[in-house]
Structure formats: structure tokens, C-alpha cells
């Protein structure tokens, strides 16, 4: 299924740990939508099929990048799709440059960093769950933005949290600094009522 040599000792050890993670019942889903999200008679985008099941069929449906492109595209209103150019080609370095441009488009579209799987993850078949995961939060971010574009069931996802940025002006930043921290303790209250004067000697009452 890789086009990486044969791993031997630990490498072979930590590649088995990864398969592991690799969910045949996600896979489903994930094949499901983008299915759904791809195949809605969009003018220029071609009628995807269904791939047989499986790891290694999975990652050769998706390997060129030319399906995660088209579904990335589908999220987005038809003049103003992120990538114009999709090709479906046998030329590694091809296939390779349209997955890295789906990873741009996805990290436009508003997925963090770590969310992201790294081109070889796919392209050498690494990190399979990692191109799952990728793809659930793709799936969880496009609920989330509510702009009509997702197809298929929400409950297949979790919904990523939409971003609250929060502004200040400078005069709510110059009050919050005069401001003493709880953590800090409080000065309610005090004052210099009983305390002696710096440079005097303590005064002893006698009865």
C-alpha cells in the first residue's frame, strides 16, 4: 500500500501501533460524505464512485488528492472554490502538490495546525487515522459555520466550536490595569489606623 521500502525492528513496531488507530466503521462514514458533498451535479466536477472497502483501497481513492480537493471545494460557493485546478493524474509530484494545496485550503478555511495530517501521512499511507481525523474535523468545522454548503448528517461529527474573538478599546485595557488581581488579595478596607510612625518607639500602655 506504501511506496516507502519495508520497515523493519522499531519502525515496523510503531507502524503497527499506528494501523491500529485505523477505524474501518469511520472510514465508512467519511466515504459516505463525500460522497454526499461531492456527487451534487456541480458543473465540471466529475461523478465519484464508490471505492470497495478496505484500508488500502481507501487510501488509493484519496492518494492523488484530486477527491479531497473536489470536496473541499464543495464547501465553498462555486466562484470562489479554493482550488481551480484539479487533475487526476499518475505523477507523484502532482499528486503530492494537490494533496499539500487541500491542506491549504483547509487551514483557510478556518482548521488549526494540529488539526492537519502531513502530506506523506496520505501520500505514503503513514498515517491513515491521522487522514481520518483531518477529515472528521473538516466534517465538524463545516456544521459549525452553518452557511449551507454541508450535505450529509450532522451527528456524523462533532461540532467544532465556532471562534468569539473579543475586542477592547483603549480605555477598557487602561481600566482593567488599575485593577488588582483576587489572586492578589484586597486593600478593602485597610488602612494605617494603630500603626506606628516610622522612626518612633513603640509605645507600652501601663494600667
Request: hydrophobic content about 35%.
Amino acid at each position: 500500500m506504501a511506496n516507502a521500502g519495508p520497515k523493519y525492528g522499531l519502525s515496523l513496531q510503531v507502524q503497527k501501533k499506528i494501523d491500529q488507530k485505523y477505524d474501518q466503521d469511520l472510514e465508512e462514514r467519511l466515504v459516505d460524505w463525500i460522497l454526499l458533498q461531492c456527487n451534487d451535479g456541480r458543473p465540471g466536477v466529475p461523478e465519484l464512485q464508490r471505492p470497495a472497502p478496505g484500508k488500502a483501497t481507501f487510501h488509493q481513492w484519496l492518494k492523488d488528492g484530486s477527491v479531497l480537493c473536489h470536496l473541499v471545494n464543495s464547501l465553498s460557493p462555486s466562484d470562489r472554490r479554493p482550488i481551480k485546478k484539479i487533475q487526476t493524474s499518475e505523477r507523484a509530484f502532482t499528486q503530492m502538490e494537490q494533496i499539500s494545496q487541500f491542506l491549504k485550503a483547509l487551514t483557510d478555511y478556518g482548521l488549526t495546525t494540529t488539526d492537519l495530517f502531513q502530506t506523506v501521512d496520505l501520500w505514503e499511507a503513514k498515517n491513515l487515522p491521522a487522514v481520518q481525523q483531518t477529515l472528521m474535523a473538516l466534517g465538524g468545522k463545516s456544521i459549525a459555520k452553518d452557511d449551507g454548503f454541508f450535505r450529509g448528517d450532522p451527528s456524523w461529527f462533532p461540532r467544532k466550536a465556532a471562534q468569539n474573538p473579543r475586542t477592547f478599546t483603549e480605555e477598557q485595557m487602561r481600566q482593567g490595569q488599575s485593577i488588582i488581581g483576587l489572586q492578589m488579595g484586597t486593600n478593602q478596607g485597610a488602612s494605617q489606623a494603630g500603626m506606628t510612625p516610622s522612626g518612633l518607639g513603640r509605645q507600652i500602655m501601663r494600667n
